[in-house]
Nanobody, 126 residues
Framework: QVQLVESGGGLVQAGGSLRLSCAASGGTFSRHAMGWFRQAPGKEREFVAAIGWRSATTYYDDSVKGRFTISRDNAKNTVYLQMNSLKPEDTAVYYC???????????????????WGQGTQVTVSS
């Protein structure tokens, strides 16, 4: 069983930056592909970024491509989301998620992830 805990959210002005962290425990972190999702009030949870477990291949939603960067440090059991040039429409609760171990390929839908964190709020003011 993998437990995930996000941190790093907060209030930032448009154009600013934040770095989210997701600390994993209870499993072998390096065996799990990871992803970040977000959910704004009244909207469905949407894909933001993903990173593979084997080759650290990354994939981004078009809305964040060029502004957000996902990375992982397997020695620290942590995945990061560096968010630059933030916009008010990036405001949401951000969730970290892990796929079951050893699954290849990057996933973009919530149902493909087995483990979830509790979320961290990101608010971007205009």
């Amino acid at each position: 069983q993998v437990q995930l805990v996000e941190s790093g959210g907060g209030l930032v002005q448009a154009g600013g930056s934040l770095r989210l962290s997701c600390a994993a425990s209870g499993g072998t972190f390096s065996r799990h592909a990871m992803g970040w999702f977000r959910q704004a009030p009244g909207k469905e949870r949407e894909f933001v970024a993903a990173i593979g477990w084997r080759s650290a291949t990354t994939y981004y939603d078009d809305s964040v491509k060029g502004r957000f960067t996902i990375s992982r440090d397997n020695a620290k059991n942590t995945v990061y989301l560096q968010m630059n040039s933030l916009k008010p429409e990036d405001t949401a609760v951000y969730y970290c998620a892990a796929r079951s171990q050893f699954i290849l390929g990057l996933a973009t839908t919530p149902g493909e992830y087995a483990y979830w964190g509790q979320g961290t709020q990101v608010t971007v003011s205009s």
